[in-house]
C-alpha cells in the first residue's frame, strides 16, 4: 500500500463475490489503495447490526496491484470494523459500499446493510458513500453507472463531506441517466411482509416479502419521483436523528415535578 494514494475500504451486504462489489472496485482501483472487506454471503436487511455472541473470521482472498479482497463471517458492519481494527495500515480516507443489487432509497434506508456500511463509517467520521442499483438481478449490468461512480468518488475525495452526514446514491434501472439529483428520503410504507406456509412435518413457517408503496406519490423532491424520472438519486444521510424542533417543544417537560 502506498501511503501517498487515497486509500479507500469497500464494503457490501451482497457478499465478496457479488458482480456489484466487483465492478465497484474496478471503477475505482485508480483512485487510490483499495482494501475491500466484505460478507462471504449475503446479508442483506442487516442494517447497522454487528455480531455480539459469536466469534468471526478473516479470509484473505486476493492481493494484486494495490487491491486487496478479505472476507468476513459476519454483517456488513462487523467488515467495516473488522477491516479498520485489523487490515487497514491506516485510517482510510473513504468508505464505499455496494454497488448494491437493489433500490435502497426512501424507508428502505432503516433496512440496508449496504447503508450500514456507510453509517459505520460516517460514524468512524470517515467520508462515506453507499452505491445501490435499483436492479435485484445478480448479473445485472453495471456499465452505464460507471462515469458517475467516480465523479462522485473523485468529488468527495477531494471535497470530504459533512462530519457526521454520508451519502445514499441510487441508480436507476437504466442504460442511461438523466443527470443527478440531490433529493431528501421518500415516505414510503411497506405492506404485506409476511406470507405463512405449511410445513409438510406439521408446522407453520413464514417467509418475510412484502410490496413498497410511495406515501406521496405527488412530491417532486423526494428520492423515490427521482428513480421513477430517470435520475440518480443523491441523498445526503444524518447518522443524528434527533429531532430538534420536538425536542425544543418538549422542553418544558424539563419543569416536570413529580
Not at 468471526?56 to 487491491?67: C, I, Q
Not at 437504466?174 to 409438510?200: D, L, Q, S, Y
Request: proline share 5%; charged share 20%; hydrophobic share 35%.
Amino acid at each position: 500500500m502506498n501511503e501517498k494514494r487515497p486509500l479507500i475500504l469497500i464494503s457490501n451486504d451482497d457478499g465478496y463475490e457479488s458482480l456489484g462489489i466487483n465492478s465497484l472496485i474496478e471503477y475505482v482501483r485508480d483512485m487510490g489503495d483499495v482494501i475491500v472487506c466484505a460478507p462471504d454471503a449475503a446479508r442483506s436487511g442487516f442494517s447497522c447490526a454487528f455480531s455480539a455472541t459469536e466469534p468471526l473470521l478473516l479470509t484473505l482472498r486476493a492481493e494484486s496491484d494495490g487491491v486487496q479482497i478479505w472476507s468476513c463471517t459476519g454483517t456488513p458492519v462487523d467488515c467495516v470494523k473488522l477491516a479498520l481494527s485489523e487490515i487497514c495500515p491506516r485510517k482510510p480516507d473513504l468508505v464505499l459500499s455496494g454497488i448494491n443489487h437493489g433500490d435502497n432509497g426512501s424507508v428502505n434506508t432503516h433496512y440496508s446493510g449496504t447503508m450500514g456500511v456507510a453509517m459505520e463509517g460516517c460514524m468512524k467520521y470517515i467520508p462515506s458513500v453507499a452505491f445501490s442499483l435499483c436492479d435485484h438481478n445478480p448479473r445485472a449490468c453495471f456499465k452505464p453507472l460507471r462515469s458517475y461512480v467516480r465523479e462522485i468518488v473523485k468529488r468527495v475525495l477531494a471535497e470530504g463531506l459533512p462530519m457526521g452526514v454520508c451519502l445514499n446514491v441510487n441508480f436507476p434501472l437504466a442504460t442511461e441517466f438523466r443527470g443527478v439529483k440531490v433529493c431528501r428520503m421518500a415516505h414510503g410504507t411497506w405492506g404485506n411482509e409476511v406470507v405463512k406456509a405449511r410445513h409438510p412435518r406439521g408446522y407453520d413457517y413464514y417467509w418475510l416479502v412484502g410490496s413498497y408503496t410511495s406515501d406521496e406519490p405527488q412530491a417532486t423532491d423526494t428520492d423515490n419521483r427521482a428513480l421513477t424520472d430517470g435520475y440518480v438519486a443523491v441523498t445526503p444521510t444524518r447518522i443524528d436523528v434527533t429531532d430538534y424542533e420536538t425536542m425544543n417543544r418538549l422542553k418544558d417537560w424539563e419543569n416536570l415535578i413529580l
